[in-house]
């Protein structure tokens, strides 16, 4: 059963349950905002998959001594179900005074219980501090476009009539911009992003879509569909031959949200940003 994000525990006083309880997980269908897009699972115009790392994940060995770790679940984009952030959260926690034998034993448990809840089938990796240490902190690929001097004076919806393109000029490249901002539609707190656009097609104007970016400021969207926003707006705008955009958002309670969103299968680097 699915329920609407209101009825979730999002905004709401939540009592921290330390013992394991799978209930906690609050499934909040994606239809009613592929509708709002006009998408439906059928006509999904991209593939790809929700990248969440948890930086708070603990248990308990058998004999009694704690473990940390960093969580990494990728949700697929098509899944039936996103899973409400706090809900997520609740859950983790309710891991701390369980008892796990190894890594390898909560990873199954994490893969049943989210894959129930997302309606499709989640990949977990549980991975030890020192190997996410060793990979680094990734570096964004093309032109970061936040130095330029554009005028911004509307900061309430997304504007795709700001974006200008042009369609004489067929280009194949990749563009970033840290200043994405929108707000959680149930508490109105702020989720912070940066945004990375790789395409081949007709070349975009950069400080347009800067302008058009900056225009989320106020809106109030989850991470996923904000990111299949843009997608959408710069594949009616491009028409591109391909088309990658995904965000990296700054974590809160723990949890960061990476969705990605492309026109073709890619592989995808989930190492954190330097503000992850």
Not at 15 to 31: A, D, Q
Not at 55 to 70: F, M, Q, R
Request: glycine share 6%; hydrophobic share 35%; net charge negative.
């Amino acid at each position: 059963m699915h329920h609407p994000a209101e009825h979730s525990p999002l905004g709401k006083s939540s009592e921290y349950v330390s013992t394991y309880n799978p209930e906690l997980l609050f499934p909040i269908s994606r239809v009613t905002k592929w509708n709002e897009l006009g998408l439906t699972a059928a006509t999904l115009p991209y593939v790809g998959v929700d990248y969440w790392n948890c930086y708070e994940l603990s248990w308990l060995t058998p004999s009694g001594k704690p473990v940390v770790a960093i969580g990494e679940f990728a949700i697929p984009a098509d899944s039936p179900n996103i899973i409400e952030s706090k809900s997520f959260k609740l859950y983790l926690n309710s891991l701390n005074q369980s008892v796990y034998a190894g890594p390898r034993e909560l990873e199954q448990v994490l893969k049943r219980d989210l894959s129930a809840a997302a309606g499709a089938p989640v990949k977990v990796r549980v991975r030890s501090l020192a190997e996410v240490e060793a990979e680094g902190v990734a570096r964004l690929p093309g032109q970061c476009i936040d130095e330029l001097d554009v005028r911004i004076d509307n900061y309430e919806h997304p504007q795709p009539e700001l974006l200008r393109a042009d369609a004489g000029q067929q280009v194949t490249e990749a563009l970033h911009s840290h200043l994405l901002k929108s707000n959680c539609p149930v508490t109105g707190q702020p989720d912070w992003g940066t945004v990375v656009v790789e395409y081949r097609g007709a070349k975009l104007d950069h400080a347009s879509f800067l302008a058009y970016l900056v225009s989320f400021r106020q809106h109030a969207d989850f991470h996923e569909q904000c990111v299949e926003r843009i997608f959408l707006d710069l594949k009616r705008l491009l028409q591109p031959e391909q088309l990658t955009v995904y965000a990296r958002y700054v974590r809160r309670g723990g949890l960061d949200i990476n969705p990605y969103r492309s026109t073709h299968e890619r592989q995808v680097d989930n190492r954190r940003l330097v503000r992850q």
